[in-house]
């Protein structure tokens, strides 16, 4: 009879083990789906960039796409953000480029909605991954703890300007 107790405690518990792992599972591929579909928004992102950067007459800003990092999905959003911010200060965009910062501006709601997505899927796999004592048996199995998408300050202050 203990025996057999014992038996049911443990099926239980690989059932529970088994359950969480399917689950973060789940959530690691929408967030690979989310993340690809944001390298795809943030590359249509930076051809537009590069279209503004080809239209102005400003000389300083024609090198600036170059420093773009596109291997790594947070220093390539941050990064295409600033180089935006750059060039939106720019006097000297012609109409056309002017369209095409409002076409940025469609953009970054498009980007801002995937990072959300992003962030509540990552919060949900995070916390599932660090429940006690299952986060000892998710590292032997390679499974990571997940980085989210930060807020900008600046976004504050542009709502409190508006």
Known sequence: M????????????VLI????????KELDLKIDACSGSLFEILD????????????????DIKNIISDINTDNLFKYDEDLYQTFKKIEVDKTLTKKALSMTKDIKKIDEEIDGLKNFYNVNVNKYNLMYNKKPFIYL??????????????RKTSDLNILKD
Do not use: A
């Open 2 to 13: 203990i025996k057999f107790i014992i038996i049911i405690i443990i099926l239980i518990i």
């Open 44 to 59: 249509l992102k930076k051809e537009t960039i590069e279209k503004i950067i080809k239209s102005s007459k400003n000389k």
């Open 138 to 151: 998710y590292n032997l199995l390679k499974l990571e703890k997940k980085e989210v998408f930060k807020e």
């Open 17 to 24: 083990i088994l359950k969480n792992y399917f689950t973060l």
